[in-house]
């Protein structure tokens, strides 16, 4: 119990230190590529995974790779967003100040996507498809959901 | 004055459905409603194959070798030669078919494309690696602008008839009819067999592509 409370107050510190960093104007650029470069591995990653599901034989080692990388990002996901990295970095970027301004549901919606590629990632190490087939389109949800208040449209 | 038929109802109902999609394609691809722009691709996927099955088929002038002309006819035309029957022209009918395959064309690239989270695929997409189907999306995108431009010309040129030469080319795309000019032959209907082998064709065609082949 005293591990856990000591891991949580930990976990919490790394956060808080996370979130409260601010960015050099320099740094930004660096962060806001290396985060649309990390969406796009896992955008690329989904595509795998649904690309194997639409096929009548499924690799499953293939899934198991694109839910690795998915699961392997989640996590880190809020971390990229330091402050100083959104609009007013002056960096083309359509991460909302809203990721700052309510950064708690912008760490509920991060959570969200936790728990989804978790779920996914479970399934395609049991190897089950028809629980991969139904774990994916909570991933899906997540990325979209976020999608949809947290980033501003194409253009 | 008797009025003849220059064009059958599928080709006006292609036509005018097309016309309703564009524009509807258009929105939804801008806004990103990514599952109705896969929907009306795929509908719009299905008119165009129908349309290709219908210029082999079809009716007299909605056949291909009726009215694609080589350039002898082209230039003639460009003279003042006026062809005897009905249907386009030898330049419309270079109209027609560039619109007709850049339709084709943007659509068949969109089966391939995806959006950039990889979340709404096209239906043929999971052939391609996520880079390609979103270098395919972009040029759908642009190929629709081309095909934007070509729009603009054909409705450019139906003005031009309509105000210069004072020839009215929307009411007969409408009513299929027009008042005839003397010694002008009507167009030949085809049966309605035929349309139902068109529209099969194209049915079961759109459905194995929509499916994933």
């Known amino acids: 119990m005293r591990h856990f409370v000591l891991a949580a107050a930990a976990a919490a510190a790394c956060f808080v230190t996370a979130a409260a960093a601010q960015l050099r104007p320099d740094q930004a650029a660096g962060t806001i590529r290396a985060r649309q470069a990390n969406y796009k591995q896992m955008a690329a990653a989904f595509k795998g995974i649904n690309d194997q599901l639409r096929s009548s034989s499924p690799s499953v080692p293939a899934i198991r790779r694109g839910s690795a990388v998915i699961a392997r990002h989640a996590p880190r996901l809020l971390r990229w967003f330091p402050r100083g990295s959104g609009p007013e970095a002056g960096i083309r970027t359509r991460a909302l100040p809203l990721i700052w301004s309510d950064r708690a549901a912008f760490t509920r919606a991060g959570a969200g996507l936790v728990v989804a590629a978790r779920n996914l990632q479970a399934a395609a190490r049991s190897g089950d498809v028809a629980a991969i087939r139904a774990a994916a389109p909570a991933v899906g949800r997540a990325c979209s959901g976020c999608h949809e208040d947290f980033r501003a449209p194409e253009q | ?213």
């Open chain 2, 1 to 213: 004055m008797s009025h003849i038929r220059v064009w059958d109802l599928p080709t006006r109902a292609f036509h005018w459905l097309i016309v309703l999609l564009m524009p509807a394609l258009w929105w939804t691809g801008e806004e990103h409603m990514d599952e109705l722009h896969l929907l009306l691709g795929e509908v719009a996927l299905g008119l165009i194959l129908f349309r290709i099955v219908w210029g082999l088929i079809g009716g007299s002038t909605a056949r291909f070798a009726g009215f694609v002309k080589g350039p002898g006819a082209i230039l003639a035309y460009l003279r003042g030669e006026r062809p005897a029957g009905v249907g386009h022209n030898p330049l419309g009918a270079l109209s027609v078919l560039a619109l007709l395959v850049l339709l084709a064309t943007v659509t068949g690239l969109g089966l391939f494309a995806t959006d950039e989270d990889g979340l709404a695929p096209g239906p043929l997409s999971h052939l391609v690696t996520f880079d390609s189907a979103r270098i395919l999306a972009e040029r759908h995108e642009q190929l629709f602008w081309i095909l934007v431009g070509f729009i603009g010309l054909h409705v450019a040129a139906i003005l031009f008839y309509l105000l210069v030469r004072h020839d009215n080319l929307v009411t007969p795309m409408v009513t299929g009819a027009r008042a005839g000019r003397g010694g002008e032959e009507a167009m030949t209907a085809a049966p309605a067999w035929r349309f139902f082998i068109a529209a099969g064709a194209a049915v079961a065609l759109t459905w194995a592509i929509v499916r994933g082949v």
